[in-house]
């Protein structure tokens, strides 16, 4: 069964950062060879994708984030990261690693990210 696992949010002022990280397990095949994206959900918002890095290490970002959020992955310690910076308070949500893997969607259980004076 995989596994996600989200740590590092909490409070920040306007203007910092914050590194999220997320540890997956329970993968049967390489690691390595899957898609995995970071979602946030705002207070009575839809869920968003806010990042994406492919197996090849490609990465695609939400426009309301390019040039602040930097994703990367660990293959071997099968971990993703989200290195947010110049944080703003329209980025306040929880924050959700995700992973399509053998047809199923897997999601952690969020990661609270307050950004506020």
């Known amino acids: 069964q995989v596994q996600l696992v989200e740590s590092g949010g909490g409070l920040v002022q306007p203007g910092g950062s914050l590194r999220l990280s997320c540890a997956a397990s329970g993968f049967k095949f390489s690691f390595g060879l899957y898609t995995l994206s970071w979602y946030r959900q705002a207070p009575g918002k839809e869920r968003e994708a806010v990042a994406t890095i492919g197996s090849t290490f490609t990465t695609i970002y939400a426009d309301s984030v390019k040039g602040r959020f930097t994703v990367s992955r660990d293959n071997i310690k099968k971990t993703v990261t989200l290195q947010m910076n110049s944080l703003k308070p329209e980025d306040t949500a929880v924050y959700y690693c995700?992973?399509?893997?053998?047809?199923?969607?897997?999601w952690g259980q969020g990661t609270q990210v307050t950004v506020s004076p």
């Open positions: 995700y992973v399509r893997y053998m047809g199923s969607d897997y």
